[in-house]
């Protein structure tokens, strides 16, 4: 399915460990044991990040090949894992004579952004096959079991990430207030985009591609004056949100979305047919009708008081009632 389904990766992974000489103390005191515990490392070396792309590309042909929920369901976690299931829906919802092949995964170039302070996910910029892709990986139980959780095309690539002199980077805390908004705000300012127009907290967004797409999608899905049409925010499934200390002294955030498009006639007595995207759910004609769409955003949030950039924002139709 190339594009339309993505299959992330679950494959053990030893977590690296070191231990730390503590310089010696100034007095005969004893040390405390918070003192005496290592420095955190990081959770992989790239080596062990690059063989979880490889295996990564191989699963991900053969999910595509088979449209195997199953099979993603075990490789896949958190917004991506949701918009798979969305693109197998959509696949299988296009007579098999018309679906086409599917593209093999292309992951080149791959550069790697890990926490060193022992965090449990990591970052990769790569190269596919519509350019710039940033990809998130996480280990969510701390097992070494690691699985894609969001994978974003950019189309101005990653801003340039802070890198200590080892190569490690750094990872943000979600409440950092290096910039105008918070890593934390970031998933609340861009459903703003579809609640409101951006008349709130999407207001401090600077203007990107991803920020006109939504505005212009959420207007075209309030043409019919027969409906009232809105979007409202809802709480993610998955709600957790990876952060990267960048050059400028900002951030690189990945977050969730989530929101429901809410279609109601005005028409007394009368119902709304789903549209297309719905229907593949749920397709009896009803009032109102609700479509719930989840999937994930990249955003970069510069020091200081420059607008923070919306860099992509992908999403899926998971359910309708």
Not at 101 to 112: A, G, K, L, M, Y
């Amino acid at each position: 399915m190339g594009a339309l389904v993505t299959a992330g990766l679950l494959l053990a992974v030893a977590a690296c460990s070191s231990e730390t000489a503590q310089p010696a103390e100034p007095t005969p005191t004893a040390p405390s044991q918070e003192d005496q515990k290592p420095a955190a490392s990081p959770a992989l070396e790239p080596d062990q990040a690059q063989a979880l792309l490889d295996e990564y590309a191989a699963v991900n042909d053969r999910a595509n090949e088979a449209l195997d929920a199953d099979l993603i369901a075990t490789v896949e976690a958190g917004p991506l894992l949701q918009r798979s299931h969305a693109g197998m829906v959509v696949v299988r919802s296009i007579p098999e004579s018309e679906r086409g092949d599917v593209v093999p995964t292309q992951h080149t170039d791959p550069r790697f952004y890990i926490p060193r302070d022992g965090q449990r996910w990591w970052m990769a910029e790569v190269t596919g096959h519509a350019g710039p892709e940033l990809l998130t990986f996480a280990d969510s139980d701390g097992q070494g079991e690691w699985r894609m959780v969001s994978s974003l095309y950019l189309e101005d690539g990653v801003p340039d990430i802070e890198l200590d002199e080892e190569g490690w980077a750094t990872a943000v805390d979600l409440d950092d207030d290096a910039g105008v908004i918070t890593p934390a705000e970031v998933s609340a300012a861009y459903e703003d985009m579809w609640e409101t127009g951006g008349d709130g907290p999407g207001a401090a967004l600077a203007e990107t591609p991803a920020t006109e797409a939504a505005l212009e999608e959420r207007g075209t899905n309030r043409e019919d004056l027969r409906l009232q049409t809105r979007f409202e925010p809802e709480e993610p499934e998955h709600p957790e949100v990876y952060a990267l200390r960048t050059a400028d002294g900002g951030s690189l955030v990945v977050a969730p979305l989530a929101r429901v498009r809410i279609e109601l006639s005005i028409e007394p007595g009368s119902v709304v047919t789903p549209g297309t995207v719905t229907s593949r759910y749920d397709d009896t004609p009803r009032n109102p009708v609700r479509t719930y769409f989840r999937g994930d955003t990249a955003a970069w949030l510069p020091a200081g008081e420059d607008a923070p950039h919306i860099l992509a924002a992908e999403y899926g139709a998971t359910d309708a009632d």
